[in-house]
């Protein structure tokens, strides 16, 4: 509620804008005692400014489209982004999707059952992340936290989740967060066992 005032959520789209992350993760970080600051608002970065989300596509008005940004620190860092155990990138940002509709997209190439993100951060700490799209724009926000994090999707995932969470939990055990937008949450979330 203190930040009602700002850019917390798209006007043209239902996600939460980076700087709505930014509060998130800040909750998040606190809850787990962390006060540090790791990122300022101030210089986050622009990665484009026509984007027109999907509000937008189901009632096109005439509006002023919205401005993708993102952090730049969370580009700093040396990663191994891996998607659905095949695809290989070096970050959490496809900037290839800025020159199309989903720009949204551009927030860990769109959506995969499964990705692996390894860090230069060696703190021995795993995160297994339960997360529908309102997440793609926290998970990078992660990277400093965490030396491997997973990020699953189980609209996209055909698999078991516990069987598969075990098969990445390492010996020292992992830290797990479910991240939903509130109404997928209690109307979508299922999951086979």
Not at 39 to 59: C, N, R
Request: charged residues 30%; hydrophobic residues 35%.
């Amino acid at each position: 509620r203190q930040h009602a005032e700002e850019e917390i959520y798209y006007r043209t789209d239902h996600h939460w804008t980076t700087l709505g992350a930014f509060y998130g993760y800040q909750a998040w970080a606190e809850k787990r005692g962390e006060s540090e600051g790791k990122y300022d608002p101030a210089v986050m970065e622009t990665a484009t400014e026509d984007f027109l989300g999907t509000l937008h596509s189901k009632v096109n008005l005439n509006v002023r489209p919205d401005v993708i940004r993102y952090f730049p620190e969370t580009v700093s860092r040396p990663l191994k982004v891996t998607y659905d155990l095949k695809t290989v990138r070096e970050s959490c940002y496809e900037e290839s999707y800025l020159e199309t509709k989903n720009k949204y997209g551009f927030f860990l190439d769109d959506n995969h059952g499964i990705v692996e993100i390894e860090t230069d951060y060696h703190n021995g700490k795993t995160l297994f992340v339960i997360k529908d799209s309102y997440a793609n724009c926290f998970i990078p926000l992660l990277i400093p936290d965490y030396e491997k994090i997973y990020v699953m999707d189980l609209r996209y995932f055909n698999g078991r989740l516990f069987q598969f969470m075990k098969s990445c939990e390492p010996e020292e055990g992992m830290d797990v967060l479910v991240l939903y937008n509130c109404i997928h949450f209690l109307e979508e979330f299922k999951y086979l066992e």
